[in-house]
């Protein structure tokens, strides 16, 4: 079975009341029952120590006339009525007895005789005698170190009983009262803290796809519940920036597929119409090539990119030498650089492991030093460095080329952006390369920046975190 919020907090607000009040009431029933058996012990034992000095010579002679009670509350004054009074001798027989006994004994056990051998008070609670309980005090007379009697008082607690059955029906009507009006109160508190939530899902409800503008409109203090719509807020607000970028993705995919398509559907056309020599012919099949590389270019950024998107929550964690890598794709870099006069430099190279897919760190180095090298002019120079700093691996690109404006670089490593469409077109990029190297950055939780003047070149900068148990266990091999 299953409970709203408004009822589960209502449940346990009244279950905590409902032990609190019976937790205080069995408290206080202990506290006061303690307090009057220690008034009872007190009186009776007051009674008891009349009786000594009253019926017992400093001999140790008993003096007990028949119906002693009476005649110590007639002719002495002392008050002796409404308890029950038992003289007994040292090995526990029954000397006196008080009227109000009548053919009735206050108990009298070993451990009773043994205690008053001892000259030891005893007080017990005896269920014997009457209806209700008794309170018996049991006080040795004690002359020249030796027990002559035994003095037993005790008093009914008739009157405690009532009180405490009194007190236990009071008890429990404030107890159900209480829970019962505390569940109303409940009841309806928990639905008014919880009126937001409703409006919240209420709401929600009517945001789609369509109208992911919209935000929650929630007012009051600032509680969980403005921080939780704050939270679907920010959250609707990040789903607003995913679905523009899809639908700007989607938008910028269809118009670069779309133009090589439109050039080779043209240069198709024109040809059928109008060439019919085997040179002209083979020049539109060649122009229809290079559209075709181009297309099957940008298809496999778009599935590079999207397997970078899917390794993100792959869980990929090898151990990788970021400095061989930079070593290896700087070899392969320089075959380009050597055709167009550039030269390529490295400024340092430190030994340093990531953990990460060789493979992807291959591609994001390759596709930095591929940008540098494409965009720098003849006689140029392209700089690489590989440190360690703050716990991080920096790679370094620094060229000497074209360099970005101010305005462009905000937008550089969006995808399908081109800082020149012409000026790229020509150089054989779609605007897909800077996008997949920031992708795999963030998927290995570090950060590129990019630092550039238009006309005198660019510095790309990568930060990777460092595996140190990785470059322990290497350098232990």
């Known amino acids: 079975m299953t409970f709203s919020i408004r009822t589960r907090l209502t449940l346990w607000y009244v279950t905590l009341l409902a032990v609190s009040l019976i937790c205080f009431g069995l408290v206080f029933s202990y506290v006061l029952l303690k307090i009057f058996m220690s008034r009872i012990d007190r009186e009776i034992s007051s009674v008891a120590n009349i009786m000594i000095h009253t019926v017992i010579t400093p001999s140790g002679q008993l003096i007990l006339p028949k119906n002693f009670d009476i005649i110590l509350e007639r002719f002495f004054g002392i008050r002796t009525s409404g308890n029950y009074i038992q003289i007994l001798a040292p090995d526990g027989r029954i000397v006196a007895r008080s009227s109000s006994l009548k053919d009735r004994n206050l108990p009298v056990t070993d451990s009773i005789i043994e205690a008053v051998e001892r000259g030891e008070t005893v007080f017990e609670t005896v269920g014997t005698v009457g209806r209700y309980p008794v309170r018996v005090v049991s006080k040795p007379v004690i002359i020249d170190k030796k027990p002559v009697a035994i003095i037993q008082v005790g008093t009914t607690l008739k009157g405690l009983e009532e009180i405490f059955h009194s007190l236990g029906y009071i008890l429990l009507f404030d107890i159900v009262a209480s829970v019962v009006i505390a569940s109303a109160v409940g009841w309806f508190l928990a639905r008014k803290a919880l009126r937001p939530v409703d409006e919240i899902t209420m709401m929600a409800r009517r945001i789609s796809a369509e109208s992911l503008n919209e935000r929650l409109d929630i007012k009051g203090p600032q509680d969980e519940l403005l921080r939780l719509a704050d939270t679907f807020n920010e959250m609707i607000a990040r789903l607003e ?18 133009t090589p398509l439109t050039v ?39 599935l590079e990119l999207a397997r970078v998107d899917a390794e993100k929550t792959s869980g990929v964690g090898t151990d990788a030498r970021l400095d061989r890598i930079v070593m290896d794709r700087i070899e392969q870099i320089r075959k380009f650089a050597v055709e167009k006069g550039i030269r390529v430099d490295i400024l340092k190279i430190e030994p340093v492991v990531v953990k990460g897919d060789p493979l992807r760190f291959s591609q994001l180095i390759f596709n930095l030093l591929d940008n540098a090298v494409k965009y720098t002019h003849r006689d140029g120079r392209v700089d690489v460095s590989l440190e360690e700093r703050d716990g991080y691996a920096v790679f370094k690109v620094k060229d000497t080329g074209i360099g970005i404006s101010k305005d462009d670089l905000p937008y550089i490593f969006d995808r399908f952006y081109r800082v020149d469409r012409a000026r790229t077109r020509e150089a054989g990029g779609v605007g897909l390369g800077l996008s997949i190297c920031r992708e795999i950055v963030d998927s290995y939780g570090g950060r590129i920046e990019v630092e550039s003047e238009l006309g005198k070149g660019s510095v790309f900068t990568v930060y990777l975190p460092l595996d140190e148990d990785g470059r322990s266990r290497i350098n232990k091999t």
């Open 241 to 258: 920036r995913s679905f523009n970028q899809i639908r700007q993705f989607t938008a910028d995919a269809s118009h670069e597929l779309k």
């Open 264 to 302: 080779l559907r043209g240069e198709i056309e024109v040809a059928l119409r109008t060439e019919s020599s085997v040179e002209g012919l083979r020049s539109v099949l060649e122009s229809a090539l290079e559209e075709i590389e181009r297309m099957n270019y940008i298809v496999r950024s778009l």
